[in-house]
């Protein structure tokens, strides 16, 4: 049988971490005394590098102050990791689904707009650092839509773009499977409405997990 991989998306697909983000940006525009933008907007750059966000978010402000807001937002989240009070809880059906994927011998990976330590953090939280193969994070890639991460994860497992499915909540993963020409797979409850999925190239959108199982191809 031919390997096969499926990347997920973290915030927004694996973990729901909108009320950590939008704090964390608060507070990043807060520090600087910026006025925050809305909820809406913030969830809306969710999946994006963070610089990349923050410039969206604030289109007027200097590159120098976009850099500025930037820090904040990475202190603010060291210092709750380090408080113990980061916890971004799995979506309903998440863990089971990807133990089945693992069973039906699915490489599992992850292409995300957070750093390498903040996705561990996730990942060592929920006891599910042993699933995954490949770890593709902002560190490293231009942001999303850019196909470098899904390229890397296919060159680190040999699986063919044929073979992999990649999995999001927002219209960038959709445009990032797109451009690395690999089946784009949305999900329903994070930050996109599926419209926004479809329109940039879902071939499905599951609203629960029993729903992407089928769409991934579990029996």
């Given at each position: 049988m031919s390997l096969r991989l499926a990347i997920f998306d973290c915030?927004?697909?694996?973990?729901d971490s909108q009320h950590a983000i939008v704090a964390a940006m608060e507070h990043a525009f807060a520090a600087e005394s910026v006025p925050p933008p809305s909820r809406a907007q913030i969830l809306s750059i969710v999946g994006l590098s963070l610089q990349e966000a923050i410039a969206r978010l604030a289109p007027e402000a200097s590159?120098?102050?976009?850099?500025?807001?930037r820090e904040h937002?990475?202190?603010?989240?060291?210092?709750?990791?380090?408080?113990g009070a980061a916890f971004d809880p799995l979506y309903d059906g998440i863990a089971p689904l990807l133990d089945r994927l693992v069973a039906e011998d699915w490489l599992l990976g992850v292409a995300?707009?957070?750093?390498?330590?903040?996705?561990?953090?996730?990942?060592?939280?929920?006891?599910?650092?042993?699933?995954?193969?490949?770890?593709?994070?902002?560190?490293?890639?231009?942001?999303?839509?850019?196909?470098?991460?899904?390229?890397?994860?296919?060159?680190?497992?040999?699986?063919?773009?044929?073979?992999?499915?990649m999995i999001g909540d927002t219209s960038f993963?959709?445009?990032?499977?797109?451009?690395?020409?690999?089946?784009?797979?949305?999900?329903g409850w994070g930050y996109h409405p599926p419209g926004e999925l479809f329109?940039?190239?879902?071939?499905?959108?599951a609203m629960d997990s029993a729903e992407l199982g089928r769409h991934i191809g579990l029996p």
């Open positions: 915030d927004g697909t694996l973990v590159p120098a102050l976009v850099l500025a807001v937002y990475r202190t603010y989240n060291v210092r709750i990791r380090e408080s995300t707009g957070k750093s390498i330590r903040g996705l561990r953090h996730v990942l060592a939280t929920h006891n599910l650092t042993s699933h995954f193969v490949t770890l593709q994070t902002a560190d490293h890639h231009p942001s999303k839509p850019h196909p470098s991460m899904i390229e890397t994860a296919l060159a680190e497992t040999g699986v063919d773009r044929a073979n992999a499915v993963d959709m445009m990032m499977a797109q451009a690395a020409r690999v089946r784009a797979l949305g999900v329109a940039a190239g879902a071939a499905s959108v």
